[in-house]
């Protein structure tokens, strides 16, 4: 099954939980203020740091035979912030490419069933709209990372936490220009709407009309469950058809909003069994199918989301 199968056809998928999040939280561990999780693969410790949290999302994906998406460390891993962190002299998204390659291979046959996405941010505060390049400007920021990460063998590009529609659109430009299926994924607000305000539907069908070719699929991550249900039906209210775009979801387990999220010393996070039951019921009242964790989630919230998706699997 291609990346664009699982995508398209695939009853559930399962998607990984917060590595960024966990990290930062880890007194062992000291982020990059630059590439954040991309500098661990500097050194081997690093490296086992990250595998480790890799592994336990994959653990649980082959433990229920559930197919997955995992994406390389490289959400702030732009031209400009490598060169702020003094690894312009090398390629580091396919650095973190292979890094990911190499631990989907230790699974053996289940290897198959798992998809590595090379990981692309916006470049400025996810939170902040107005910190979103203008369309022009985003094709010639964003094409080199894109290229890179499509060089090294990647399944599938995914731009995610967009927060403006400008930059989304030209990053959907950069990445149709690789020829590889890509996925957008935007925060969006219960009304219905992108944080930059405009609704979802009409983000959705600006950039399906403009992007040759468009997304694979558009996903929304960095917002509760309940958010993601308000904002849906608002959004199929308005377009049912655009809305069924929306193929992915990978959730926080909290109900705050992006601003009072936004440098949180600490978790305000849900029990795993709530937050599984409550994504079970988007697939069941939206048909998502790509279920995944975002801030607060951990390996304990991805094993009970594949405990219970798994018996929707058509394996």
Same mark, same amino acid.
């Given at each position: ?12 998928v ?8 966990r ?24 490296? &086992? ?8 999302? $994959?653990? @649980? ?17 732009? *031209? ?5 962190? =003094? ?10 490419a ?5 631990v989907?291979?230790?699974? =053996? ?7 590595? =996405?090379?990981?692309?941010?916006p470049?400025?505060? #996810?939170?902040?709209?107005? %910190?979103?390049? #203008? ?5 010639? !920021?964003?094409? *080199?990372?894109?290229?890179a990460?499509a060089?090294?063998?990647?399944? !599938?590009? +995914? ?9 989304? $659109?030209? /990053? ?33 069908? &600006? @950039? ?10 558009? !996903? ?7 958010? !993601?249900? #308000?904002?849906? %039906? ?21 109900l705050?909003s992006? %601003?009072?999220?936004?440098?949180? *010393?600490? /978790? ?18 939206f048909?998502?199918?790509? +279920?995944? =964790?975002c801030?607060?989630?951990d ?5 009970? $989301?594949?405990r219970?998706?798994?018996? /929707?699997?058509?394996?």
């Amino acid at each position: 099954m291609t990346f664009h199968d699982a995508v398209s056809r695939a009853h559930v998928v399962l998607a990984e939980g917060a590595v960024i999040e966990r990290l930062r939280r880890d007194p062992a561990v000291t982020l990059d203020p630059h590439v954040l999780n991309l500098a661990l693969l500097n050194d081997e410790d690093g490296r &086992r740091r990250l595998a480790r949290i890799y592994r336990q999302y $994959l653990d @649980i994906g082959q433990a229920y035979d559930l197919p997955m998406l995992v994406l390389t460390p490289t959400w702030r891993t732009n *031209p400009e912030r490598v060169r702020a962190a =003094g690894l312009a002299d090398r390629d580091v998204n396919a650095d973190a490419a292979r890094f990911m390659m190499a631990v989907r291979s230790s699974y =053996g046959p289940y290897a198959s069933r798992v998809y590595v =996405g090379g990981l692309l941010g916006p470049r400025g505060d #996810a939170y902040r709209p107005a %910190e979103a390049l #203008a369309t022009d400007d985003v094709y010639a !920021f964003h094409r *080199p990372q894109a290229a890179a990460l499509a060089a090294a063998g990647v399944d !599938f590009l +995914l731009a995610a936490t967009l927060p403006a529609v400008t930059e989304a $659109l030209g /990053l959907a430009r950069a990445l149709a220009a690789c020829n590889y299926p890509y996925v957008l994924s935007f925060i969006i607000r219960p009304d219905g709407t992108c944080l930059d305000g405009t609704p979802l539907h009409e983000a959705i069908r &600006r @950039i399906d009309g403009e992007a040759k070719p468009p997304p694979t699929a558009y !996903f929304v991550n960095c917002v509760h469950p309940a958010v !993601f249900a #308000a904002a849906l %039906e608002a959004a199929r209210a308005r377009d049912p058809q655009a809305c069924k775009r929306v193929g992915g979801l990978q959730a926080n387990t909290s109900l705050l909003s992006p %601003e009072e999220l936004d440098g949180r *010393p600490d /978790l305000d996070s849900a029990s795993p069994d709530d937050f599984a039951a409550a994504m079970l019921d988007l697939h069941h009242r939206f048909g998502v199918r790509i +279920l995944g =964790g975002c801030c607060g989630t951990d390996d304990r919230h991805i094993a009970a $989301l594949a405990r219970q998706v798994a018996p /929707l699997s058509d394996r």
